[in-house]
């Protein structure tokens, strides 16, 4: 997603808010930081789930 | 509608959740510049400004230290009240906030007079004073949201310390919608009615089947629930919501209940309207919003019945019809929480408002009267009494009121601000005349408001609440408007008809008041001008701005 020139630190928040409401999870400061990436989004996603 | 959002954190993730309404952001944490003027030139094309104080980032800012952050509190709060004074065309939103429940203060914060729990109070009681001394300034009570969807809910630290943006997305989502809901509060944007079915949303079980005193309605469990939605029901009548009643049963059974069944809180007399027989409901519905003289947009439908609900939707799509909570006891936290914000939202309330529903059951009573006679014995036998208001200030808030709710009767359906309306009063261009109504049945409050512009001889605007149509009146407040115009010299009236899709009741009003269609090239209305003559002692009367003006009617 960084690699998109639309790509912003607002983009960044809304998408990570979006994410902590669709999927009813609190992400951490560093769960935020790192989800730059579908790939990091659905392993952070997937970690949530198995825990 | 055009909002400008500042405040002491990041704000930008709300502004795409306010659609529709339009939102510029801030600079980040710039809400001091703006409240002290320093950032007007970014405002002069917003129609609104919302102050955001994030509690958790104040009392952080401040080292957690309760002195330093009452401070920054009482600044804020101070500067909240000057600011809307200094501003008076733009509409001021002040949030209240929530500071930390646990600081290092322990226990003993709840007594500090500095304490954290003392500043919201005091910031809350600022603000709320500085809203009722000026009109463009309402208080969004963040602090108490936040109190109600609970401050772990409400915040969240990942994105408070990656991006200073403190809140969490569920509670966004409720920061939103309820600032939405205090918009439309402010706009004037309420419903007016509120249909009730019987059987199970007053009350549980089927009277029919049950009796009177079968049904559910206690101070015990589940009948304890239905009747405190009946105390909300009855508190929103109160404010001057209009109700309905709309039940599918025996007349005689329902009667029993409202009669006899003392757990009752509402009466008979609370409803402007009861339908109880055994025909659809949307009929019923339609009937009585012709007689009430409202429109089907105007009111909200609550059943518990799926069936009847989605008739309702069927035949009649613009009533609204919410759906209904699947238990008893959730019906009056669904209806304080849900309904009551998103269709009946509410600010300032209006004389008016308070007196609505004695009002209409008023006009009930005038009913059976007209029955009885010809229309101008019915007229004469009202003693109507009428009292002209002349560019009275005190009366702003419900002429402006009057030009954003009345559809009908309206010749040229202009909204005016509450601050429009101040200065129109004030400059000496135009006169601001309201029409105060009361008969033998009771007062019926302000209820006419035509605006004369003193420059071009121009009737601006002309409306007359549906409720008093037919008596006359609007003839003696169109006799009025004459002698103001003629008091400023002129010889002739100037009106216009701009036809919307309601007010085709007013479209042969100019007609009739002895005014001649003028030939015009723009498409936008029906032009029209009548000659007028007054005498010259009516012009003095008219010219003395300030004075009220009696005039009897009828008699």
């Known amino acids: ?39 990091a989004l659905a392993a952070m996603l997937e970690k949530k789930r198995a825990s | 509608m055009k909002l400008f959002l500042t405040g002491n954190s990041t704000l930008q993730p709300l502004a795409r959740a306010l659609a529709p309404y339009e939102v510029a952001v801030s600079d980040f944490n710039d809400y001091r510049a703006v409240l002290a003027g320093l950032r007007d030139s970014a405002l002069t094309d917003q129609n609104a400004v919302l102050f955001l104080i994030d509690g958790m980032e104040l009392a952080a800012e401040n080292g ?87 401050e772990r809910a409400a915040y969240n630290s990942g994105m408070r310390f990656f991006a200073r943006f403190g809140f969490s997305a569920k509670f966004s989502q409720a920061l939103t919608d309820h600032l939405k809901s205090l918009l439309s509060a402010i706009l004037l944007r309420s419903k007016k009615v509120l249909a009730l079915d019987f059987d199970n949303t007053l009350w549980g ?39 309905v009643g709309l039940s599918k049963n025996n007349e005689g059974d329902a009667d029993e209940v409202f009669e ?145 709710k009345t559809n009908q009767f309206n010749l040229t359906t202009r909204r005016y601000s509450v601050i429009e309306i101040t200065s129109m009063i004030a400059s000496d261009r135009y006169d601001v005349l309201g029409m105060e109504y009361s008969d033998r049945f009771g007062r019926e409050g302000i209820v006419g408001l035509a605006i004369l512009d003193g420059d071009t001889g121009e009737l601006d605007t002309f409306l007359m609440s549906c409720r008093v149509i037919g008596r006359g009146v609007e003839d003696e407040l169109m006799r009025m408007i004459e002698r103001l115009a003629a008091g400023r010299g002129h010889s002739e009236l100037r009106a216009v008809f701009l036809p ?7 479209k042969d009003f100019l007609s009739s008041q002895g005014f001649a269609g003028v030939e015009d090239d723009k498409e936008d209305g029906q032009r029209y001008r009548k000659v007028i003559h007054v005498e010259t002692e009516d012009h003095r009367a008219c010219n003395a701005r300030t004075e009220a003006a009696t005039w009897p009617s009828h008699q």
């Open chain 1, 1 to 39: 997603m960084e690699t998109l020139e639309q790509w912003d630190s607002i983009a960044h928040i809304n998408i990570c808010l979006a994410i902590q409401n669709e999927f009813n999870v609190d992400m951490s400061i560093d769960e935020i930081s790192d989800c730059t990436s579908i790939s």
């Open chain 2, 64 to 150: 957690f230290d309760t002195a330093a952050t009452a401070r920054a509190a009482s600044e804020y709060s101070d500067a909240c009240g000057l600011f809307a004074a200094a501003h008076p065309s733009l509409i001021v939103i002040a949030s209240t906030f929530r500071l930390p429940s646990f600081s290092p203060r322990s226990f003993g914060e709840v007594i500090d007079p500095l304490g954290m729990a003392a500043i919201e109070g005091e910031v809350l009681n600022k603000i709320a004073t500085a809203s009722r001394q000026n009109d463009n300034l309402y208080v969004f009570d963040l602090g108490r949201l936040i109190g109600h969807f609970g």
């Open chain 2, 205 to 243: 079980g089927v009277v029919g089947e049950v009796g009177a005193h079968g049904i559910e309605l206690s101070q015990e469990g589940r009948g304890r629930a239905y009747r405190q939605f009946q105390f909300l029901v009855h508190q929103l009548s109160q404010r001057g919501i209009i109700l």
């Open chain 2, 260 to 404: 006899k069944n003392d757990m009752m809180v509402l009466k008979r007399e609370h409803f402007s309207q009861r339908f109880v027989n055994w025909k659809e409901k949307p009929r019923n519905l339609e009937s009585a919003m012709e007689s009430l003289n409202l429109g089907l947009d105007s009111v909200v439908f609550i059943d518990d019945n799926p069936v009847e609900r989605k008739l309702m939707r069927d035949m009649l799509p613009d009533v609204q019809v919410p759906e209904f909570p699947e238990s008893p006891e959730l019906l009056p936290d669904w209806f304080r929480e849900t309904i009551i914000p998103q269709y009946f939202p509410a600010y300032r309330l209006t004389v008016e408002d308070l007196q609505k529903t004695q009002q209409y059951r008023a006009n009930a009573d005038r009913s059976v009267l007209k029955e009885k006679l010809s229309l101008t014995e019915f007229v004469g036998s009202l003693e109507i009494d009428l009292k002209f208001l002349v560019n009275k200030a005190d009366h702003a808030v419900r002429f402006s009121q009057m030009t954003q």
């Open chain 2, 500 to 506: 919307t899709k309601k007010n085709i009741v007013s």
